[in-house]
């Protein structure tokens, strides 16, 4: 049975590692989704806290999303995952099924909820058939194109969804990597908050060891993501190397949302702390905080 190793080889290289295959890149531009709004596959969703921002105006065939669905909070913690079953029943309302094609928009240069739901699609599955719109809804109205007021009407789905637990992580992950070569930690917060200016929580500073790239920096004046090249350099300047594990957090996890969109285009092996510092900063010594000043006497 020799003669079947070639055969495997050659389909183990076909097939990702991560299971299925990208069908569409991580943000996708105004001008593709122009030329493929009338592919039945696509599936348009309009973020935003409240409907009005929906009713208004939006693109033709988008479906209002509302944030909180799938981003949930608790008293503990904001911003968290959704049950499995209550995210299948949320997308399940919009048509969606396992080949649909998923198009995630913001507005008034709101990428950080954008990419917030770009993770959620990860963590249950749909990871690789789901795209961030580059530029949001303001790119789409500033080249002047077509804006409904219409509701699509939409039949509703079956879905089956699994969990891809590797797309986020907790803190005791995140304790026991603290001195791993092969993982590094991003602070996708503003720079005041990292250098523990910031105020608001418990413990100010960052966790130890982790680097400083806020997620603004990622993404230019009009809140498209940067060139490629560019990126990867600012990759590179950071010390990330092919291979290592990327963990971002921020805040109450959002904008490391914006951080992990761009490492995935990027090729790199990325995760989330889905607690974030709003989770670490509460946590006893062992969890440990510093400061720029603090680094420096070590």
Known sequence: MNWLLPLIFIISLAIPAEG??????????TQWLAEHLNNPDIVILHIAFSRSNYTVGHIPGAQYLWFSWLAPS???????????????????????????????????????TTTRMFLTFN??????QTSVLDG?????????????TEAPVVKRSSLTLSTKPSVVTDADWVK???????????????????????GGVVRTGHIKGAKCMPFSTLVDSLTKVKDTETLQRMFDKLGV??????????????????TFAVATMLGYD?????????????????YPVEKPEAEKKE
């Open 20 to 29: 299925k295959e990208r069908t569409i890149p991580v943000f996708v531009s």
């Open 74 to 112: 608790n008293p503990e913690l904001s911003t968290e995952l959704p049950t499995l079953e209550q995210a299948d029943s949320v997308m399940e309302k919009f048509g969606i099924t396992n080949q649909s094609r998923i198009i995630l928009y913001f507005t008034g240069g709101s990428i950080t």
């Open 123 to 128: 963590y249950f599955g749909l990871g690789e």
């Open 136 to 148: 949001g809804f303001d790119a789409w109205k500033a080249e002047k194109r077509l804006i409904s």
């Open 176 to 198: 026991e990597n603290l001195a791993n070569p092969n993982v590094i930690i991003i602070d996708s917060r503003d720079s005041s908050f990292y250098n523990g200016n910031g």
């Open 241 to 258: 190397k092919k291979g290592t594990k990327i963990v971002s957090y921020c805040h109450v996890g959002q904008q490391a949302t914006v």
């Open 270 to 286: 990325a995760t989330v702390y889905d607690g974030c510092f709003e989770d670490w900063n509460v946590r006893d010594e062992s």
